[in-house]
């Protein structure tokens, strides 16, 4: 789903009315959006995020020194380059009033984002309030418009995902191009690969991560567990990710029966979590006859049925 988040300083209250409004036109239009006060945005909720929308009551022309600050901070989060922005004010109707969304929208700009709309102003009517009358509604509308926006831009720009796997007996292989297919077929972007064939993995190139393994022991291949250490948790937090592996039914029944975990997906799951990655839905444990295979019938439709789901919650 496409998200927003809205980040605002306000004295009064006028500007978080404002900063609401907004939000609420966002939703309306399809879009996902969080208020947050300056003060409380972590740079690590950016991750996910398609629009930023940043708002401030003029003081002295300029933004406040909260949102001057937060600028500042933002310098310093990766991935910002391409994500759409958008900067609003609140100030007195007068000639001589200054413009705090001016001076947001060109800092965000240097740093790389993108403008989905010049910025606007909300009018109080006094330095305390309240907003002049219609200003609410008429952010909920600007809200509406941005999403539509926003929205159009995600659907042209093809969501892009890597499958990664290993493989002994070719059986894991088959569950990872399965996926790989199936993604493919409900209108992702996929890269797949062995695992010893990735020469270099960035999450700016990718907007999620598949991997998986064969069971060996109770755990993940060694060559996965190489792999993960090369995935970047600046480059990779807040993005989503699926786990698989092959296992025999009996280890599955042993997992069970004796309370732990002997799955290599939920061990990659765990690690990936660890890298602040989104989980969106359980790992996909296919079974396999033995130690060499063949895969179980029905796996495969399973497995498709699973990439499917995937896909869906990745849109």
């Not at 020194?65 to 609140?90: H, I, M, N, Q, Y």
């Not at 509308?141 to 093809?158: C, D, M, P, S, Y």
């Not at 695992?195 to 270099?200: F, G, L, N, Q, T």
Request: charged share 30%.
């Amino acid at each position: 789903m496409v998200k927003a988040l809205v980040v605002y300083y306000s004295m009064y209250g006028n500007t978080e009315k404002v900063a609401k409004a907004l939000a609420a036109g966002l939703e309306s239009g399809g879009v996902e959006a969080d208020v947050v006060k300056v003060e409380a945005v972590r740079l690590d909720e950016l991750a996910g995020v398609d629009l930023l929308c940043v708002g401030s009551p003029v003081h002295a022309w300029n933004a406040s020194k909260p949102v001057k600050e937060f600028l500042e901070r933002l310098k310093s989060a990766e991935g910002l380059a391409g994500k759409k922005a958008f900067a609003f004010d609140t100030k007195m109707r007068s000639k001589l009033a200054g413009s705090a969304g001016d001076k947001i929208e060109r800092r965000l700009k240097d740093m790389g984002l993108t403008i989905a709309k010049h910025s606007e102003s909300a009018i109080v009517l006094g330095r305390d309030g309240p907003l002049e009358e219609g200003a609410e509604e008429t952010f909920k509308q600007i809200g509406t418009e941005l999403a539509k926006n926003v929205v159009a831009t995600r659907q042209v720009r093809r969501i892009k995902g890597i499958v990664v796997y290993d493989t002994s007996y070719g059986n894991t292989k088959k569950i990872g191009e399965t996926i790989a297919e199936t993604l493919k077929q409900s209108g992702l972007d996929v890269d797949v690969f062995y695992v010893k064939d990735v020469k270099k993995l960035s999450g700016k190139d990718y907007d999620f991560l598949v991997l998986g393994s064969p069971t060996k022991f109770g755990t993940m291949s060694f060559a996965v567990r190489g792999f993960l250490g090369e995935v970047k948790s600046e480059e990779w937090m807040n993005k989503p990710f699926a786990a698989f592996d092959t296992e025999n039914p009996e280890n599955v029944e042993r997992a069970q029966a004796e309370n732990k975990e002997w799955s290599a997906a939920e061990k990659i799951a765990h690690k990936l979590r660890e890298k602040k990655m989104n989980q969106p839905m359980p790992v996909l444990k296919a079974l396999v006859i033995g130690q060499k295979g063949p895969i179980v019938d029905g796996e495969i439709e399973r497995t498709k049925d699973y990439a499917r789901q995937f896909a869906t919650k990745l849109k």
